[in-house]
């Protein structure tokens, strides 16, 4: 292909997902061509370990430095795509990219969920973009679905199973009878949890995403504090017992509902009937369900986290941008939440359901009808349990 047929990129990070998007490229180079209309290259490579990057054998190994005055002068970068996580160096480097005219591609939540309306608003300024389908649920399409597939509808709701950590710690505390800690410590072995889970357990992973998503469906800018969070590292063998003998799975889930204008944000432990299809979400997969006025409810399921299905995510965009279509789409389309105004959103006091409540020592549950979740807990008692019933979706 002749030069003009060709897109420089660089790659901010070239650990798991780095790696993988490395591989992709390299493997699938023609098809990526024909798909893009051009070749994607690879021009540099910024990482903090040059030895291990370069051991790797994934890129040319001169391309690869440590440097970022290096990488950010090399010529012909139109493409940067962020995968070194985190949030100070990363928004550091996303904005160095964007102010130099320059798309970038990141699979980085929490650093959207925090800047995502400045960092948005900085691109459109300068003429670029910023893909981020690799942020939420892996290698599932969620975001291209809300944003371009279901764009003809009003949105009213999301429900999911958002964090593969999580779903992958319940399903073995079901299906294996592991305590908690057990489960923690065999995710970490399989890779599943960092070596510190506190993001994933404690459901702030899931609420950033939560963030993204519920941006973009309601078209309001959620910031990630607004959505209330309960994470699954207060739960015990206990709670899924107890929730089996009564018909129920044990699941970690976002929610968000419009409510007459505002919206209704929560990550928390809930429990779903045995029979219903989310009860059969299981290890670190991950399943989302959007309802529109015109679809009804659609349900998009796979991967929510690994090597390969978020680097299929990252590939997926920087094709998409490479071929030129994702610019113009949001060039045209004000999609982003830096166009939105501020959600208003239902205050945790005001938000009622119905509740399974446990008395300490018990494995019967009782169910509690129309009720906040304070009241709910004030009812199982000093010692019991409290924990919410989602119907199926």
């Known amino acids: 292909m002749s030069a003009e047929k060709t897109i420089g990129i660089g790659i901010i990070g070239l650990g798991t997902v780095g790696g993988g998007v490395a591989q992709l490229l390299r493997d699938n180079a023609e098809l990526y061509a024909r798909r893009a209309g051009r070749r994607i290259e690879v021009r540099s490579v910024l990482v903090r370990n040059v030895e291990k990057a370069r051991a790797a054998a994934l890129v040319d190994p001169e391309l690869v430095t440590d440097d970022p005055d290096v990488f950010f ?24 990219t ?29 003429g670029v973009t910023i893909g981020f389908e690799a942020s939420c649920a892996g290698g599932i399409p969620c975001i291209t679905a809300i944003c371009f597939g279901l764009m003809a509808n009003r949105i009213s709701g999301l429900l999911g199973i958002l964090n593969g950590t999580c779903n992958y710690m ?4 079901k299906e294996a009878g592991k305590s908690y800690e057990q489960a923690l410590a065999d995710a970490q072995a399989a890779g599943y949890a ?14 950033d995403k ?11 800018r959620v910031a990630a504090d607004q ?40 990550v928390e432990p809930c429990y ?16 989302l369900f959007v309802e529109g006025d015109a679809v009804g409810k659609a349900m998009f399921y796979g991967p929510g986290a690994g090597r390969e299905a978020t680097a299929s995510a990252v590939v997926s965009d920087l094709i998409n941008t490479a071929s030129g279509w994702y610019a113009s789409a949001m060039s045209q389309m004000k999609l982003t939440p830096n166009f939105h105004e501020p959600a208003d959103v239902v205050a945790s006091g005001e938000r009622v359901g119905t509740f399974a409540l446990r008395s300490a020592g018990s494995q019967d549950l009782q169910l509690l009808v129309n009720v906040t979740a304070d009241t709910a807990r004030e009812r199982a008692g000093e010692g019991g349990r409290a924990i919410r019933v989602i119907p199926e979706a």
């Open 98 to 126: 964007l102010e130099s005219g320059r798309h970038v591609v990141t699979a980085n939540k929490a650093l959207l969920a925090a800047k995502g309306p400045e960092l948005f608003a900085l691109a459109h300024r300068h």
């Open 227 to 266: 959505v209330d969070s309960i994470g699954i590292d207060a739960l015990d063998a206990d709670d899924v017992t107890a929730g089996l003998s009564a018909g129920y799975e044990l699941k970690l889930l976002g929610v968000a509902r419009d409510v007459d204008g505002k919206l209704s944000l929560m």
């Open 194 to 207: 960092e070596a510190d889970p506190t993001l994933d357990v404690t459901g702030r992973d899931a609420a």
């Open 73 to 96: 002068g090399t010529d012909g970068i139109r493409v940067v795509v962020e995968l070194a996580g985190g949030i100070e160096h990363a928004e550091r480097f996303v904005r160095r």
């Open 272 to 287: 779903v009937p045995k029979e219903g299809v989310l009860a059969g979400v299981r290890g670190p997969f991950n399943a």
């Open 210 to 220: 939560l963030a993204i998503l519920s941006s973009l469906a309601f078209e309001r």
């Open 170 to 173: 319940l399903t073995e505390m």
